[in-house]
T-cell receptor, first 114, second 111 residues
Framework: QKEVEQNSGPLSVPEGAIASLNCTYSDRGSQSFFWYRQYSGKSPELIMFIYSNGDKEDGRFTAQLNKASQYVSLLIRDSQPSDSATYLCAAGGAGGTSYGKLTFGQGTILTVHP | DGGITQSPKYLFRKEGQNVTLSCEQNLNHDAMYWYRQDPGQGLRLIYYSQIVNDFQKGDIAEGYSVSREKKESFPLTVTSAQKNPTAFYLC??????????FGEGSWLTVV
């Protein structure tokens, strides 16, 4: 059974701080990794994807991937109250696998308080 | 505008009744998916289709059925065999490994 596990929440950080979200995956065949943000009652929206070891930065967001440790993380710098949401980590398979066939973690609730 | 349209947004099902959730996309994507989300949980894959007239079971296909007669459409039927259907249902489509679009979702409640 392929599994994606996220650090238990909820996570609460003050405005302006760095929020750190973590995720581990069990399937070494996973090749691509995604972070989605989901507001209550809404569909997930893609924040970042990463498929190479190392860091990938996009604005205030940095995704980190360590395939040897089967670990993915998302850092949110200068956290804002609008970042308060559930963050979903997802893993996708290798070539030949249907693109959107993802395995999701259970999500981590982030609250950024003023 | 291009996108994925799910309907209805809210649906109520009586015991023993089949209901169908609609999913239409005008993105010209080959692949389409149905996910289910329970409160406080991640998404779980129900069915997916990579091409017209072909579809595959996901992790939780029991009690569900789909069809893919047109590229644009991938309806999901929740049958009476699905004993706990109350959930948030999300349809998605993709054309590459890194481009996956979700619809707005449909809420299904058993009454």
């Amino acid at each position: 059974q392929k599994e994606v596990e996220q650090n238990s929440g909820p996570l609460s950080v003050p405005e302006g701080a760095i929020a750190s979200l973590n995720c581990t995956y069990s399937d070494r065949g996973s090749q691509s990794f995604f972070w989605y943000r989901q507001y209550s009652g809404k569909s997930p929206e893609l924040i970042m994807f990463i498929y190479s070891n190392g860091d990938k930065e996009d604005g205030r967001f940095t995704a980190q991937l360590n395939k040897a440790s089967q670990y993915v993380s998302l850092l949110i710098r200068d956290s804002q109250p609008s970042d308060s949401a559930t963050y979903l980590c997802a893993a996708g398979g290798a070539g030949g696998t249907s693109y959107g066939k993802l395995t999701f973690g259970q999500g981590t609730i982030l609250t950024v308080h003023p | 505008d291009g996108g994925i349209t799910q309907s209805p947004k809210y649906l109520f099902r009586k015991e023993g009744q089949n209901v169908t959730l609609s999913c239409e996309q005008n993105l010209n994507h080959d692949a389409m998916y149905w996910y289910r989300q329970d409160p406080g949980q991640g998404l779980r894959l129900i069915y997916y289709s990579q091409i017209v007239n072909d579809f595959q079971k996901g992790d939780i296909a029991e009690g569900y059925s789909v069809s893919r007669e047109k590229k644009e459409s991938f309806p999901l039927t929740v049958t009476s065999a699905q004993k706990n259907p109350t959930a948030f249902y999300l349809c998605a489509s993709s054309y590459s490994l890194y481009t996956i679009y979700f619809g707005e979702g449909s809420w299904l409640t058993v009454v």
